[in-house]
């Protein structure tokens, strides 16, 4: 038993390291622009992992119930932080992310508002930071007599402390009014929506007009007049290679529809999410010098 015990624990550990990996690729693949279909097999890699940590949850807090300790598992043995890393992130992120991916649509669709949009699907990505309150596993309870309460909770409450922090700064633009990067993007876009709409584009000074603010705004990818493609940036084999149904979002002004690129956008929540990574393995490897 006590050797089942110590390869599950091993197991577990293993799994931490991997999500530690699997966490900065998955960001680094946002960052750096990877393919859709490279960054689908990262999105299947996190269900998987997500899936395994809930199952590791659900069997803890059943042998704890089993041997009436559930209060103990769950308080003094940061059973609460497994939960955190675990049933939330299946249910709300990584599950939908991936069955939307699938099924080619978006998990945000018919919110309404382009920066509403924009919004709760980078909110839902910086929820993934609740994963680093799994890097408490490499931060193993000591034995009582090693150490007050409070020096064995210091490292886990530390990073538990960084994950719901990020977790907050992702959900202020929804929960308050602030005027954020979300925001000005809509109105950049709309405007850009407006001005192609008026311009006349059968018109040579509509032609030019849109020459233009291509030239200009990188993020537009394709306009549509009624049925009629008017101008796309890039060809059909490059946006179903590229871009996911969560890169790009489309805005309709009269007659007129245009596609636009928000990866950019996508990629400044992964900067923030690498940053929380490096801190939260910090204080975990911290942690871990001090008690050697």
Not at 26 to 51: F, N, T, Y
Not at 142 to 147: D, L, S, T
Not at 148 to 161: E, K, L, T, V, Y
Not at 195 to 203: A, F, I, K, M, R
Request: proline share 3%.
């Amino acid at each position: 038993m006590k050797k089942s015990a110590a390869v599950f624990s091993g197991i577990m550990i293993a799994a931490v390291i991997l999500v530690v990996i699997h966490t900065a690729v998955e960001e680094l693949a946002i960052v750096m622009r990877l393919s859709w279909e490279q960054r689908m097999l990262l999105l299947a890699v996190g269900l998987g992992l997500d899936i395994l940590f809930t199952l590791d949850f659900v069997v803890r807090s059943y042998f704890a119930l089993l041997h009436r300790r559930m209060g103990r598992y769950f308080f003094r043995e940061r059973g609460w932080m497994d939960f955190l890393a675990s049933i939330p992130l299946l249910v709300l992120t990584s599950g939908p992310a991936f069955l939307a991916a699938a099924a080619g649509t978006a998990t945000v669709a018919g919110l309404g508002g382009v920066a509403r949009v924009i919004e709760i699907t980078k909110a839902i990505r910086t929820g993934r930071v609740l994963r680093l309150m799994r890097l408490h596993k490499l931060s193993p309870l000591p034995r009582e007599q090693e150490g007050s309460a409070a020096s064995r909770a210091g490292a886990p409450a530390a990073i538990a402390a960084l994950a719901v922090v990020a977790l907050i700064a992702g959900l202020l633009p929804i929960w308050f009014e602030t005027g954020s990067l979300e925001e000005r993007v809509e109105q950049r876009y709309a405007t850009i929506a407006r001005y192609v709409d008026e311009g006349n584009l059968t018109q040579p000074g509509g032609r030019d007009m849109l020459a233009s603010l291509v030239a200009i705004e990188s993020d537009l990818l394709i306009v549509q007049d009624g049925e009629r493609r008017v101008y796309s940036r890039h060809s059909a084999e490059y946006y179903q290679r590229q871009l996911g149904p969560h890169d790009y979002l489309y805005l309709e002004s009269g007659e007129v529809g245009v596609y636009f690129d928000i990866r950019g956008i996508h990629a400044a929540a992964a900067h923030a999410n690498l940053t929380y990574l490096v801190m939260a393995l910090a204080i975990a490897l911290f942690a871990r010098a001090r008690r050697r």
